[in-house]
């Protein structure tokens, strides 16, 4: 009889409670910022996190999780039975974790060789960030827990991934230029105009859609791209940072146009904020031309 794990890192910014509700594995982060080190999620919640930005221009620092963290998680989840673990790590082209992740599978069948017949690991990755990986996993662990099979988790995460975009709107870009790791954001030269750009985070890259002028047309932007953009009658997601008062307005016009609330209304954690700054709202789709 097969038992199922899914493991997958801090970054895919679950709220704690779910996360322990429905049993998830999650490798954390480590973060370090105004003279703190923590474990992202563990340690410190979102709100705790935008409340240490707020007082320092530091940039929150954090590396890529180890291949001897996931050679150890998959020890142990050998320890405890398990004949299958889906390893979802965050966007490749942002991180060497993904990469770490096989790594440390390789090195867990070397050490461990006697698992090899016994328990099968799938690397997968995520190609994006935050709840865009976060809320599949939640959805796959209550399959598992219903008694879908291992193929059937990994062909329905993979669709996720592979179908879905987010449309995300910094307030400002000074954490992503800083931090480097969003070309969009480096490409984008309408600040001093006033102009604010539309990050569509998708298929492992980032890349500026559209841009608006004045916070004011934040959300109609929004609405008019998810509506355009969006496969009838599919669920959408919003998200947001330190401040929720847009991504309320947001969800409100889209109910009006969709006749659905979000399926998941979240905020993002220390490594997103690090690298796109803590205000910003966003609205995540399975867009129609995939």
């Not at 322990?20 to 370090?32: A, N, Q, R, T």
């Amino acid at each position: 009889m097969s038992k199922i794990m899914i493991l997958t890192d801090s970054c895919c910014d679950l709220p704690k409670e779910i996360i322990e509700e429905l049993g998830i594995k999650v490798l954390p982060f480590e973060v370090s910022v105004g003279g703190e080190t923590f474990n992202e999620i563990f340690d410190k919640s979102s709100q705790e996190v935008y409340d240490i930005m707020a007082h320092t221009d530091e940039i929150p620092k954090h590396s890529q999780i180890s291949p001897v963290r996931f050679e150890e998680a998959y020890k142990e989840l050998f320890e405890q039975g398990y004949t299958d673990v889906i390893s979802v790590s965050i966007n490749s082209n942002g991180s060497g974790t993904y990469n770490n992740s096989i790594v440390g599978k390789e090195d867990f069948y070397e050490s461990t060789p006697e698992a090899k017949d016994k328990m099968n690991i799938y690397n997968l990755d995520s190609k994006c960030y935050t709840v865009f990986y976060g809320y599949p996993i939640m959805e796959a662990m209550k399959r598992i827990k219903k008694g879908a099979a291992v193929e059937e988790i990994i062909a329905y995460l993979e669709d996720w991934f592979n179908v879905c975009g987010v449309y995300a709107i910094p307030y400002n870009l000074k954490y992503a230029k800083k931090s480097g790791r969003i070309s969009a954001a480096k490409a984008f030269a309408g600040e001093l105009l006033g102009l604010k750009p539309v990050i569509l985070f998708a298929d492992g890259t980032t890349d500026t859609v559209d841009k608006i002028r004045g916070e004011k047309n934040i959300v109609p932007k929004l609405v008019d791209i998810a509506e355009k953009n969006m496969t009838p009658q599919t669920p959408y997601l919003i998200l947001h940072g330190r401040d929720n008062t847009l991504a309320k307005e947001l969800e409100k016009e889209l109910i009006k146009r969709t006749g659905r609330k979000a399926e998941m209304y979240g905020n993002i954690g220390a490594v997103v904020s690090a690298n796109i700054g803590p205000d910003i709202v966003a609205v995540l789709i399975r867009r129609k031309n995939k």
